[in-house]
Each structure stands twice: as structure tokens, then as C-alpha cells.
């Protein structure tokens, strides 16, 4: 079965620092490859996606993430986080052949100091 | 619609009661999902519409849970006899079908069970 860790639950980086939010994540094969981030209260928003292709993604927001396939990760940074970016942020895992059906990690929060 | 729609966005239930979540895709997505999301585990798969395929109701945890989905659009989960474990917040995806969509999530919709 396929599983996603991200193994810090909290992190917090002053404004202005670079970011990265660790992924790993265990399947078979290359799955399909997800980071969204959850304002409080809202719902989840897509950052990026990776296919295939160009292991290097660039999302939304200025975010982008690496697949490593060796590694088993998908790391998503920011070269300068703003205030606004405080938020819980999730990576997730799809199997090509399973649509959207979408196998969460546990969440990173993000907090800014300023 | 311009975006996924659940309704409604708050409800508190007494113990034992039935649930009725609704969930509005966007308009032409043939796929829809339902999550959970809840403190001590996180974020959920629990049931998967395509199309008229028979629902993949793999992540449902109990027979309480139910879900239907009428005319290929609106969907509607139902939480029999709740407990105080199902308080959480359950939230509603839709994508279309296919290699390298996405899934457009909700708002959500926040049970409290007391």
C-alpha cells in the first residue's frame, strides 16, 4: 500500500528565509505527486503537481518541488516565505491508475515569524 | 458551478443521530471523492465516484457510512447512529477523468458529534 511521511509537524521560519517541507513517500512504482496547502478553515488548495517528465515543478505562489525518484521524496521549497504562507501544508500520493484518490501525509504547519 | 460546494458547513449532532452531507462538483467532473479529516488521523480517503462505475468504497470505516450519488452529480454522505469518533471535518473532491487531472476540493463540511 502506498503511504506519504512528512516527518516535521511543525516548522517555523522568519519571514523572508528560504523554506523546505519534507516529503517521502513509499510506492511501487512513480506515482502521481501532490503538494496543497489548507488556510484555517478552508479547504485544500493545489500548490503543484508532478506527472512525469521534468523532475523539477513549479507551482503557485512561488512554490516549486523536486521528485527524486532514488530518494523516494518530493520536497517543496520557497526561496522567501511571506507572512501569508503560514498554513498547513500537505503532500500527497496517487496511483496513475487510481484517478484522484489521493493518500495524504500528516501535514507540516507552517508558522512565520516576523 | 465555479467551484466544489458542500453543504453544510457546520453541523453539530446529538450521539446517535443520522447525517446527511452534501456535496456539489464542478459542473462536467465525472469524478468525486469524499475524505475525512480529523485530528487523530489525519486526512481520510473514504469513498470514489466515477462516472457509473460501482463506487470504490474502500476507505469507508464502518457500515454506518454510506454515500450515494444521484444523476452523476450530487453527492450525499451518510453517517448512521453517529459517534463521537465521527466528529471531524469531511471534505468533498471532484476532478475529471483521465491522466494528469487534479481534484478540486470543498470547503468542507465540520461535524461535531456531542
Known amino acids: 500500500a502506498q503511504s506519504v511521511t512528512q516527518p516535521d509537524i511543525h516548522i517555523t521560519v522568519s519571514e523572508g528565509a528560504s523554506l523546505e517541507l519534507r516529503c517521502n513517500y513509499s510506492y511501487g512504482a512513480t506515482p502521481y505527486l501532490f503538494w496543497y496547502v489548507q488556510s484555517p478553515g478552508q479547504g485544500l488548495q493545489l500548490l503543484l503537481k508532478y506527472f512525469s517528465g521534468d523532475t523539477l515543478v513549479q507551482g503557485i505562489k512561488g512554490f516549486e518541488a523536486e521528485f527524486k525518484r532514488s530518494q523516494s521524496s518530493f520536497n517543496l521549497r520557497k526561496p522567501s516565505v511571506h507572512w501569508s504562507d503560514a498554513a498547513e501544508y500537505f503532500c500527497a500520493v496517487a496511483s496513475p491508475n487510481a484517478g484522484n484518490m489521493l493518500t495524504f501525509g500528516g501535514g507540516t504547519r507552517l508558522m512565520v515569524k516576523p | 458551478g465555479a467551484g466544489v460546494s458542500q453543504s453544510p458547513s457546520n453541523k453539530v449532532t446529538e450521539k446517535g443521530k443520522d447525517v446527511e452531507l452534501r456535496c456539489d462538483p464542478i459542473s462536467g467532473h465525472t469524478a468525486l471523492y469524499w475524505y475525512r479529516q480529523s485530528l487523530g488521523q489525519g486526512l481520510e480517503f473514504l469513498i470514489y465516484?466515477?462516472?457509473?462505475?460501482?463506487?470504490?468504497k474502500s476507505g469507508l470505516p464502518s457500515d454506518r457510512f454510506s454515500a450515494e450519488r444521484t444523476g452523476g452529480s450530487v453527492s450525499t454522505l451518510t453517517i448512521q447512529r453517529t459517534q463521537q469518533e465521527d466528529s471531524a471535518v469531511y471534505l468533498c473532491?471532484?476532478?475529471?477523468?483521465?491522466?494528469?487531472?487534479?481534484?478540486?476540493f470543498g470547503q468542507g463540511t465540520r461535524l461535531t458529534v456531542v
Open positions: 465516484f466515477q462516472g457509473n462505475s460501482a463506487p470504490d
Open positions: 473532491a471532484s476532478s475529471l477523468v483521465g491522466m494528469n487531472t487534479e481534484a478540486f
